[in-house]
Nanobody, 124 residues
């Protein structure tokens, strides 16, 4: 199973980007897919998940939208009104399971499969 994230780049505050995560070797149509990010010097943090519903970190709620196209095995993250604090390496993650609590969706240890990351830099 491979997850290939793409779509990162250098943008200005207020701009938009759409990240993609192409999945090969399996399908997670009945499982969970998610986005995490890691800023320099910080721990990896939850951004959004799509499983038994959609979940968002408070910091991105209303600005980011997670979606997936199951026929083409691709996960997306539409990011609008980007802020400098959104600067990070963004990782897509997947697991064959869905979870019973929001907490489980937000924990990186819940996910078995990980992509390599794509860099998003937002200048002020």
């Amino acid at each position: 199973v491979q997850l290939q994230a793409s779509g990162g780049g250098l943008v200005q505050a207020g701009d938009s980007l759409r990240l993609s995560c192409a999945v090969s070797g399996s399908t997670f149509s009945r499982g969970t897919m998610a986005w995490f990010r890691q800023a320099p010097g910080k721990e990896r943090e939850f951004v959004a998940a799509d499983g038994r519903g959609r979940y968002y970190a408070d910091s991105v709620q209303g600005r980011f939208t997670i979606s997936r196209d199951n026929p083409i095995n691709t996960l997306y993250l539409q990011m609008n009104n980007l802020k400098p604090e959104d600067t990070a390496v963004y990782y897509c993650a997947a697991d064959d399971r869905t979870f019973s609590t929001r907490y489980a969706f937000t924990q990186h240890k819940s996910y078995y499969y990980w992509g390599q990351g794509t860099v998003v830099t937002v200048s002020s």
